[in-house]
């Protein structure tokens, strides 16, 4: 059974730090794209960043760049999106998911990890 | 504001078919693949259309998609109450050199 399982959201002050992880199971993680999408509170799905699958190729939202870094290590097939300089903006639940064979979408896709960043 | 335009709400009775339109511009839409995903609040997304029109096994035929220019279209047929959920469309930027998403469209089953 496939499944992606994210963690490591949580209360945060703004100006702060998070590190998330997405462990994955079932497929061969280090053959695929993954991406990290979040929502924030009442508002819609964005896209925040990806990596292909061997880590060669990054790709985030202008939002985020500077602040966020996204890795992977294949090893222990885990996804990771380190947070810095945290802003109430980034408040919202974080998905990682994976794409498909041939960019056939992302396909798979974890439960959330929520991220609430207030004082 | 989304770089990609949906209308925010959408309706329609048991068995009708409803259309969600999606307008890019030729850096997204135009030129590249457009993608469509279904997702009821507090559960994690699903894929419905991936590369315009192409239906990942397990999603019903009455899900179809299509794209003309710098739009696209998701169309469900003999729509039933458990289609009542949010729709994105998403489509790669070359300019932006990102994914981009629609704001959502809102679909309820009267």
């Known amino acids: 059974e496939v499944q992606l399982v994210e963690s490591g959201g949580g209360l945060v002050q703004p100006g702060g730090s998070l590190r998330l992880s997405c462990v994955a199971s079932g497929f061969t993680f280090s053959n695929y794209w993954m991406t990290w999408v979040r929502q924030a509170p009442g508002k819609g799905l964005e896209w925040v960043a990806n990596?292909?699958?061997?880590?060669?190729?990054?790709h985030s939202v202008d939002s985020v760049k500077g602040r966020f870094t996204i890795s992977r290590d294949n090893t222990k097939n885990s996804l990771y999106l380190q947070m810095h300089s945290l802003r109430a903006e980034d408040t919202a639940v974080y998905y990682c998911?994976?794409?498909?064979?041939?960019?056939?979408?992302?396909?798979?896709w974890g439960q959330g990890t929520l991220v609430t960043v207030s004082s | 504001q989304s770089v990609l335009t949906q209308p925010p709400s959408a309706s329609g009775t048991p068995g009708q078919r409803v259309t969600i339109s999606c307008s890019g511009s030729s850096s997204n839409i135009g030129s590249k693949d457009v993608y469509w995903y279904q997702h009821f609040p507090g559960a994690a997304p699903k894929l419905l259309i991936y590369?315009?029109?192409q239906r990942p096994s397990g999603v019903p035929d009455r899900f179809s998609g299509s794209k003309s220019g710098t739009s696209a279209s998701l169309a469900i047929s003999g729509l039933r109450s458990e289609d009542e959920a949010d729709y994105y469309c998403a489509a790669w930027d070359a300019s932006l050199s990102g994914w981009v998403f629609g704001g959502g469209t809102k679909l309820t089953v009267l």
């Open positions: 990596i292909k699958h061997d880590g060669s190729v990054k």
């Open positions: 998911a994976g794409e498909g064979e041939n960019s056939s979408g992302w396909n798979r």
């Open positions: 590369k315009n029109d």
